[in-house]
């Protein structure tokens, strides 16, 4: 069965970090572009970062730039997200998805593969 399951949500204080982890199962992350998008209430799902499956290139959203870091290690079939110096705006339902196009990962259009999401909450 195929599968992507994150981890690593919770509740943290501003300025505060947490690591996000996108673990496959049922298929090989190797040959996939990986992204992570976020839906905060009452809004629309955006991109925040993606990670290509052949030279390791990246994508960051202008919000989170210089904060989060995107890295993956195939050995362990899973892909992170660093998320450092959180901010009240960066609560939101993180997602993890697959796609075989690092352009579709790009768009955030036509991903093969979502998992259900992990909640991220930055309040003191």
């Known amino acids: 069965q195929v599968q992507l399951v994150e981890s690593g949500g919770g509740l943290v204080q501003p300025g505060g970090s947490l690591r996000l982890s996108c673990a496959a199962s049922?298929?090989?992350?190797?040959?996939?572009?990986i992204g992570w998008f976020r839906q905060a209430p009452g809004k629309e799902r955006e991109g925040v970062s993606c990670?290509?499956?052949?030279?390791?290139?990246?994508y960051y959203a202008d919000s989170v730039k210089g904060r989060f870091t995107i890295s993956r290690d195939n050995a362990k079939n899973t892909v992170y997200l660093q998320m450092n110096s959180l901010k009240p705006e960066d609560t939101a339902v993180y997602y993890c998805?697959?796609?075989?196009?690092?352009?579709?990962?790009?768009?955030?259009?036509?991903?093969?593969?979502w998992g259900k999401g992990t909640l991220v909450t930055v309040s003191s």
């Open positions: 998805a697959a796609a075989d196009s690092y352009v579709r990962c790009l768009t955030g259009g036509g991903m093969d593969y």
């Open positions: 990670i290509s499956s052949s030279d390791g290139s990246t």
């Open positions: 049922g298929f090989t992350l190797d040959y996939y572009a």
